[in-house]
């Protein structure tokens, strides 16, 4: 049994010559049956005359250059013109007139330089041909002829038009990319901030505060294998975030609230004093809302880490019906006024993330000089 899908596929990695040259082909036989003879398209009402030899060469010229009407469109309009000028002089009337109509949609949308060139020529190349008919004694009145040209100027007019549709189109689709390039270049640099930020940020507070305990070997060691467990950990997280990248990858695995108590622990291996508290219970699917709510945790921390090292830490998460919430709230730093300030890269991408969501969020001092980050989350359908 023949695969369909195969004879497509094959069909259309042929050549454009090769797949446009079957309906020149088809009309060129077409307009060789004499039940088909005086069908073809006519101006000047001129009486029809019998087949020769110089009907032949006309048919040839009206139908053969219909292979390249995408290739080369000025090409195939010049003979196929040539073809029909003769066709009406010796009114042979055959079947394979009716492509001129045809090429001049086809130049229309393909025909991509001296466009008001080729509209002009045509046009003056018109007058000339119904003097001639004329002459020669067709019978047809003058608003015949300009009907007919009319007629032409509607089939090019049609080409144009699909012409700029298809333009339009091709623009909206390279938005549409540009657009959805921009908005991935945007998640991928979220994710490795909030992936490297935070475990980076605990290995660098680990191996400072390592500096302090060469005189306290069992600390010292404590601390050394803290940095190198969360150097593991940040390496099995980008790998996994890798992963994620890759178009062929299906095992999505995304952290989610069950996974705060180790990215709780890790943090006070840090040195960060984190008290940590869940209310409620926790619906079997809240789709997105678990991952977003732990990327709240886990940025909230690291600023923690970097800005109110050693600052009781408050993380709380309350699991509702429709919705989790979380807050995060650091104590006032001593050193606050020394560390340099974020880019507020993370926390506008929480922003962004809730917003998403359709949740609420927000991030500010408290009076008594301590930070708080809060976040509702609404956790309705699974993702």
């Known amino acids: ?74 090409v195939c309009l010049a003979l196929v013109s040539l073809g029909f000028v003769l066709d009406q002089i010796r009114a042979y009337h055959v079947l394979a007139s009716n492509a001129m109509p045809v090429v001049l949609i086809s130049t229309g949308i393909h025909l991509e330089r001296h466009r008001r060139v080729a509209v002009v020529l045509l046009s003056a190349a018109y007058v000339p041909l119904a003097f001639a008919l004329a002459r020669i004694g067709a019978t047809e009145k003058a608003e015949g002829y300009v009907v007919f040209y009319l007629a032409l100027a509607l089939a090019w007019g049609i080409g144009a038009w699909q012409r ?41 507070v680990q191996a400072e505060a390592a500096r302090y305990l060469t005189a306290a070997p069992d600390r010292l060691d404590a601390a050394l294998s803290a940095v190198t467990d969360t150097g593991r950990r940040a390496i099995s997280d980008l790998r996994h975030l890798l992963d994620l990248l890759n178009p062929d990858h299906t095992d999505v695995r995304m952290p989610s609230v069950g996974e705060l108590n180790t990215l709780v622990e890790q943090t006070r291996r840090a040195g960060q004093p984190v008290q940590f508290t869940e209310d409620g219970r926790r619906a079997e699917s809240t789709g997105s809302a678990e991952y977003v709510a732990y990327r709240v945790v886990q940025e909230s921390l690291t600023n923690a880490l970097k800005y109110a090292q050693g600052s009781p830490t408050a993380v709380r998460v309350r699991y509702g019906e429709k919705e989790i919430v979380v807050e995060v709230s650091t104590g006032a730093s001593a050193s606050r006024a020394e560390s340099p300030g974020g880019s507020g890269r993370g926390l506008a991408g929480l922003r962004e993330r809730v917003d998403a969501l359709g949740g609420e969020f927000s991030a500010g001092r408290r009076a008594d000089g301590g930070f708080v980050v809060r976040a509702r989350i609404p956790a309705g359908s699974p993702s």
């Open 1 to 74: 049994m023949i695969d369909s899908r195969r004879v497509t596929d094959l069909w259309r990695r042929c050549d454009v010559v090769v797949r446009d040259l079957p309906f020149g082909l088809l009309l060129a036989v077409a307009s060789l049956l004499p039940a088909l003879h005086g069908k073809g398209t006519q101006v000047g009402d001129l009486p029809i005359r019998p087949f020769d030899a110089l009907a032949l060469v006309v048919i040839a010229l009206e139908c053969l250059p219909l292979a390249v009407r995408r290739r080369w469109p000025a």
């Open 164 to 204: 700029s549709a298809r333009a339009a189109e091709e623009e909206r689709r390279r938005h549409v990319a540009e657009t959805t390039r921009a908005a991935e270049r945007t998640r991928i640099a979220r994710e490795l901030h909030d992936v490297v930020t935070h475990h980076v940020t605990a290995m660098v």
